[in-house]
């Protein structure tokens, strides 16, 4: 019978520094083979949880497991089933890249006959191998973060914690991550922690935003945005009396509402913004009901598409908001 334990279950986690909270109260549990994005501003909490994640730092009050281990009683059973790759990935810069890798697979236990086979997996998985005998020291910023994750990744273990994997690496070092990252999709449960939104959202299942020490928001991004921002915005490019419009639009939705009108361009087209709160399509709709008649001209409609970063930035200051709120009422 396969394991349904979650790779991941955390429980009420709390984590102070000289009565500075840096996590408050956070649960959240990962299932086997899933990618999360775990998101948040700067000081939110991100490398605190993923640093008591791998066993790095104690937590002061919570519980964490890792494929069903507790990572306060059993912590050398938990590390060997995790990879990590932190921000600072504190490379030795006088060692080979090969010579590194073969350093940690001994470190984490591979078996010297399988070691040198997994050495060359990894890296043409992570595109270095033009690069194994090279010494760290002398890489560039992008060539070392791909041997941090060719070492998260070197003794395959079942979860893998990544914090900000693709800082500083160019266009086309982040596409090589990223392809990696997918690869590895249904068979190592994987924690990422980004700045770069669009990557996330193209990567992970699911995404996990946190401020201020705590849980904001979590869910697919398709959920987040019906949860977070719970309307959908169009943009008309048409001419004809503005004054018409609200009769017409209410024959198409009644909730949309006009939330932007620009002045006439030379050609005599304005640029209007609608807001609904239907996630229906109703660009066909709206269009046949400008046409009908003689009220107007429609140049375009075109239905905007809220991104992670829109969800992300939504998220965060609705959080601040209550954090306010509540400081108010104290």
């Not at 009683?73 to 921000?87: C, W």
Request: proline residues 6%; aromatic residues 4%; hydrophobic residues 40%.
């Amino acid at each position: 019978m396969p394991d349904t334990t979650p790779a991941i279950e955390v429980e009420h986690l709390v984590k102070t520094y000289a009565g500075v909270t840096a996590v408050n109260d956070i649960s959240f549990t990962v299932g086997r083979g899933e990618i999360l994005g775990f998101l948040g501003p700067n000081g939110a909490g991100k490398s605190t949880t993923m640093r008591i994640l791998t066993g790095y730092l104690p937590a002061s009050s919570g519980n964490v497991r890792i494929c069903g281990l507790s990572v306060t009683t059993q912590p050398d059973e938990v590390k060997r089933r995790i990879g990590y790759m932190p921000e600072n990935n504190p490379l030795p810069e006088d060692m080979r890249v090969s010579e590194y890798l073969y350093f940690r697979g001994r470190l984490k236990e591979i078996a010297r006959r399988k070691l040198g086979p997994r050495i060359d997996e990894v890296l043409e998985l992570c595109d270095l191998k033009r690069v194994r005998h090279k010494i760290i020291g002398k890489l560039s910023k992008g060539f070392r973060q791909r041997v941090g994750v060719a070492e998260a990744i070197l003794a395959e273990p079942p979860v893998i914690i990544m914090d900000e994997p693709t800082i500083g690496l160019d266009p086309h070092q982040i596409l090589i991550v990223r392809d990696l990252i997918a690869s590895l999709r249904g068979r190592m449960t994987l924690i990422i922690s980004s700045h770069i939104l669009p990557e996330i959202e193209m990567t992970c299942d699911r995404v996990l935003i946190i401020n201020g020490g705590r849980v904001v928001a979590q869910g697919t991004p398709a959920a987040l945005r019906r949860e977070i921002l719970g309307r959908t915005t169009y943009a008309l490019e048409i001419t004809g009396d503005p004054a018409t419009l609200p009769m017409l639009l209410a024959v198409v939705e009644p909730t949309l509402r006009i939330t932007a009108t620009a002045e006439p361009d030379a050609d005599g087209f304005r640029r209007v913004t609608l807001t609904t709160e239907n996630t229906a399509e109703l660009g066909e709709p709206l269009l046949r009901a400008l046409t009908n008649g003689d009220a107007c001209r429609v140049r375009s409609i075109s239905r905007a598409n809220p991104t992670l970063e829109d969800v992300f930035l939504a998220a965060t200051r609705r959080s601040w908001d209550v954090r306010s709120e509540d400081l108010k009422k104290n």
